[in-house]
């Protein structure tokens, strides 16, 4: 019998970022040591129907105006049905019903609502199946824009200057757009609270364009944020969860994006290769630069719970980092910061998705 640890691999999902997930399951597939581990992919529709995928399915590639996604093709995915159990099992497209065997970890490779946001760990926290990454509670404060900068100020860690509002608190009083921008300085960033990848965000140059911000904002939730520009560039860095309940690590190098010809970094320069953006890796920073920015991360980890994995995004300005925010399912396609980072630390894309997994099953790493 195999000895290896069987993994629920987990994609694509209900949000805006299902596209992205399935190309982040597409390298995690590849990359993954087959020697210890077997892999069960799962899709995740983006009805939200879970549905066993065969590995040729997998073949996900972003296109512009071609986005991949999980295909219902009938079958049906079933969960253990108590904590008591890891037997997993599929209804299969003309009704069989299988039996799967056994499941050691699931592997939430998904971005944004219903999959980072803590509702998909939930599940899994009900039925005791160890997951890679962040829990509940991270999970849901770190995928929520505004509750983050609360959460990450009160730890003392400086964020941008800013205001939250609601749809309600709109329709209340239509009067607000006219001060929505008092105290904050000219461009603004509207951004929905839980989305990513840049999708409903607008870079404002003046007020005659706030309301049309405001209602891309709104397509995608109820609560928009509303930002100064920031004048800094723009670095990331990555992190990892300590082992056996040590320190969490960092990357020993950032990652910038450097907006030249666009005006900041939006869902086509993220994941269409549109031009005026480029990466760099590692990026040019002086080393007690770095250091501040390690330090940050670290703190802007355990200040919001993390555990597993993170990516800290920042504004680096001339005084300092300005956290931006951050992310507890970075992606993992081809382009993706998050393992470049940890590439360029020394640490191969297989190995990290090794340590993920290590992390996961570790009782005093593993997410609370
Ligand atoms: N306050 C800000 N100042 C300057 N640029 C910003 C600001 N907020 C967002 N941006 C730009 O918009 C991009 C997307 O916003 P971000 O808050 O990172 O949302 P997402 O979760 O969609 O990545 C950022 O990468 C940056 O280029
Ligand atoms: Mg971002």
Redesign the pocket.
Known sequence: MSTKIRVVLLHGGRSSEHAISCVTAKEVLKAIDRERFDVIPVGITQTGHMVLVAEEDMNYALIAGALPEVVDNGSRFHWPESAQSREISVTTADGQLQALGTVDLAFPLLHGPFGEDGTLQGMLQLLSIPFVGNGVLSSALCMD?HFTKAVLAAAGLRV?P?RTLTRAQLQRDPTLIARLDTDLSYPL?I?PAR?????G?S?VADASTLPDALAEAFKFDDVVLI????KGR?VEIAVLGGRSGGSPRTSSVVGE?I?SGRD???FDAKYLGAEGVTLELPAKVSNSQLECLQETAIRAFEATGCAGLARV?F?LTEDGAIV??VNTMPGFTPISMYPKLWEASGLSYTELVTELIELALDPLSRAR
Not at 195 to 199: D, V
Not at 227 to 230: A, N, P, R
């Open positions: 824009k941008a800013g960033y951004k989305s990513g990848s840049s999708i965000v870079r930002e100064s520009g920031v723009e994006i907006c900041f970094y939006d995004d504004f931006n925010e």
